[in-house]
């Protein structure tokens, strides 16, 4: 597994997401990559799964230093106090006494984000968060974090692969030291069905999916945290570290941006 450094953290450049796996499936898999090599887990509050992930990861037997777990908080959950109180039940449920990386899941208006962060301060000064970040915030909603509240996060985990462009943020990004976590990296499947990756991944003996994890790991600061369930795409999404794309099939890659979100709740921010 490579990592990326940033801040002086080593980040594995492959996580695996775990939206919408529960139960006995949620533990088989998590227990079927760490077997595989996965060392990074990206799980939320919201995803009700957080036991699981800590009973797969305390049953593995390795050591608990040998993992990047983030969890994130959810956007009803943002009062300072409800922050300290529904942390501690996600450090419970984990097993861990920390997570690596704590981020806001969603920003919410309803909440001074200043308090939710001095909150999510206390928690990082106590050893209970290594790293914390956000998510879902859009470029001048993570400039007000950095430049007017001056909070040093590591990360701000968006939704990120082929057909959405955030050059934008990517370019701060990179200015500020910030990781972007691309989520839904696959675009959720519909990158399998995308014929100039298919092709360029024909060139290398890799699939669309393939090509399209290895554009988002070879960008500076950018990490994936596909979700898979079985052990065949848990392994195709993690055996991307043996082929480097060429400058032509990179940017043409970058073409294929076309404004597709496909995540957007009613309780999304105004995206820019
Ligand atoms: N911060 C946020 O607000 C936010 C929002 C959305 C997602 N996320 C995080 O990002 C993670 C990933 O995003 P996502 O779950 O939306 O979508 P995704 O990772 O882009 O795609 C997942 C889909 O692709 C399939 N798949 C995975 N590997 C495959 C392979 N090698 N070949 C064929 N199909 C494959 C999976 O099928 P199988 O499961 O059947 O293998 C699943 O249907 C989430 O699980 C979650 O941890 C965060």
Redesign the pocket.
């Given at each position: 597994m490579q990592h990326k450094s940033i801040q002086g953290i080593d980040v594995p450049e492959i996580g695996l997401?775990?939206?919408k796996l529960y139960g006995k499936e949620c533990m088989k898999t998590v227990t079927d990559a760490i077997s595989m090599g996965y060392r990074h887990i990206?799980t939320a509050q919201m995803y009700k799964n957080e036991k699981e992930i800590g009973d797969a990861i305390y049953g593995s037997g390795i050591d608990r230093e040998e993992f990047f777990i983030t969890t994130?908080i959810w956007h009803t959950n943002l009062d300072h106090d409800d922050v300290l109180q529904t942390v501690e039940d996600s450090l419970r449920e984990l097993r861990s006494p920390y997570v690596d990386l704590l981020l806001i899941?969603?920003p919410n208006s309803q909440y001074p984000l200043e308090q939710t962060l001095e909150a999510m301060m206390v928690l990082r000064d106590q050893g209970k968060a290594e790293s914390i970040g956000i998510?879902?915030f859009p470029l001048s909603m993570t400039k007000s974090v950095i430049e007017d509240l001056r909070i040093p996060i590591l990360c701000n985990?968006v939704?990120y692969?082929p057909y959405l462009a955030q050059f934008d943020l990517l370019d701060y990004s990179y200015d500020n030291e910030i990781l972007i976590g691309a989520?839904?990296?696959?675009?959720?499947?519909k990158v399998?069905q995308d014929e100039v990756l298919a092709r360029i991944g024909s060139e290398y003996g890799k699939?669309a999916?393939q090509v399209a994890l290895r554009w988002l790991i070879e960008q500076e600061n950018v990490i994936a945290?596909?979700?898979?369930?079985?052990s065949e795409?848990l392994r195709?999404?993690l055996d991307i570290f043996d082929f480097q794309l060429s400058d032509e099939h990179f940017e043409s890659i970058d073409t294929l941006a076309r404004n597709l979100r496909l995540?957007s709740p009613s309780f999304a921010p105004e995206w820019e």
């Amino acid at each position: 597994m490579q990592h990326k450094s940033i801040q002086g953290i080593d980040v594995p450049e492959i996580g695996l997401g775990t939206y919408k796996l529960y139960g006995k499936e949620c533990m088989k898999t998590v227990t079927d990559a760490i077997s595989m090599g996965y060392r990074h887990i990206d799980t939320a509050q919201m995803y009700k799964n957080e036991k699981e992930i800590g009973d797969a990861i305390y049953g593995s037997g390795i050591d608990r230093e040998e993992f990047f777990i983030t969890t994130k908080i959810w956007h009803t959950n943002l009062d300072h106090d409800d922050v300290l109180q529904t942390v501690e039940d996600s450090l419970r449920e984990l097993r861990s006494p920390y997570v690596d990386l704590l981020l806001i899941h969603w920003p919410n208006s309803q909440y001074p984000l200043e308090q939710t962060l001095e909150a999510m301060m206390v928690l990082r000064d106590q050893g209970k968060a290594e790293s914390i970040g956000i998510s879902n915030f859009p470029l001048s909603m993570t400039k007000s974090v950095i430049e007017d509240l001056r909070i040093p996060i590591l990360c701000n985990q968006v939704e990120y692969h082929p057909y959405l462009a955030q050059f934008d943020l990517l370019d701060y990004s990179y200015d500020n030291e910030i990781l972007i976590g691309a989520y839904s990296p696959l675009a959720q499947g519909k990158v399998f069905q995308d014929e100039v990756l298919a092709r360029i991944g024909s060139e290398y003996g890799k699939t669309a999916g393939q090509v399209a994890l290895r554009w988002l790991i070879e960008q500076e600061n950018v990490i994936a945290i596909p979700k898979a369930t079985s052990s065949e795409h848990l392994r195709e999404n993690l055996d991307i570290f043996d082929f480097q794309l060429s400058d032509e099939h990179f940017e043409s890659i970058d073409t294929l941006a076309r404004n597709l979100r496909l995540v957007s709740p009613s309780f999304a921010p105004e995206w820019e």
